[in-house]
């Protein structure tokens, strides 16, 4: 994948593991009379793109200006009504843990319970709670979606807004309902065309591959909603008692 920055050009190599990295020998590139130079990490539309897609920088980026802006809300959070933090805490916060948060899909849970540890601490912010108190009757109370939810839920929007053409269409191309000449079930039910991956640790992870895969995993109903509100409230309640039940 190549970025550009002005007369600048970057050059990563996507492996699925480090070992296999190690292994790759590239010379330099020339694209244009430009040399291009080999980079581990590139940043593109503010994501920080490692060569091996754990997204080590990026999250641990994200985590140090959440964490620094939950610090500074706790300093006047005394002068405040508990609405006007927990407004402070979707703008100042969760800006930045989902933006782009699909990408994360599939990453070590270790990865994952680094943003949630952030949201954990914006929830005790907000609700007044010890640290030794346990967090789950704390998300449940202000009815956020953990982590690895608010992932799914953003990936499953995309999808939807792709089945219906409200994405652009090289999202739509990647969702492809089910036809079949036969009267199938599958081919009446909303369900999307998964398909076959040779290797989990990148292609699992892919657009193409999961967001079919987690569409065809919620209840017909969800998939089946009329408009995009409709579907959001749905999936919502349903992720959220998944993942509390």
Same mark, same amino acid.
């Given at each position: 994948m190549k970025g550009f920055n002005g007369m600048k050009g970057y050059d990563i190599i996507r492996e699925p593991d480090v070992v296999q990295l190690n292994k790759v020998e590239c010379s330099d590139v020339d694209v244009g009379g430009a040399a291009v130079e080999k980079v581990n990490i590139v940043k593109n539309l503010g994501v920080n793109f490692d060569s091996v897609m754990n997204f080590d920088k990026h999250i641990s980026s994200k985590i140090k200006i959440a964490f620094h802006n939950i610090h500074n809300i @706790? @300093?006047? !959070? @005394?002068? *405040?009504?508990?609405? !006007?933090?927990?407004? &402070?805490?979707?703008?100042?916060?969760? !800006? +930045?843990?989902?933006?782009?948060? !699909?990408? &994360?899909?599939? &990453? +070590?849970?270790?990865?994952? $319970?680094?943003? $949630? @540890?952030? $949201?954990?601490?914006?929830?005790? *912010?907000?609700?007044?709670?010890?640290?030794r108190d346990h967090i789950t009757p704390v998300l449940k109370n202000l009815h956020w979606l953990p982590t690895e939810s608010r992932i799914q839920y953003k990936i499953l929007t995309l999808v939807y807004k792709s089945v219906s053409g409200y994405a652009p269409i090289y999202l739509q191309t990647l969702c492809n309902r089910k036809t079949s000449s036969y009267s199938l079930r599958s081919c009446d039910s909303n369900e999307l065309v998964v398909p076959r991956i040779k290797h989990k640790t990148l292609g699992g992870r892919a657009f193409a591959y999961v967001g079919p895969a987690l569409w065809n995993s919620v209840p017909r109903e969800i998939r089946e909603s009329s408009t995009l509100i409709i579907f959001k409230r749905r999936l919502k309640t349903y992720l959220f008692e998944l993942a509390f039940r």
């Open positions: @706790k @300093k006047i !959070s @005394k002068y *405040l009504t508990r609405a !006007s933090v927990e407004r &402070l805490i979707h703008g100042l916060v969760f !800006s +930045h843990l989902d933006y782009c948060n !699909s990408l &994360l899909y599939g &990453l +070590h849970n270790f990865q994952i $319970q680094r943003c $949630q @540890k952030i $949201q954990n601490f914006a929830a005790r *912010l907000i609700c007044g709670t010890g640290y």
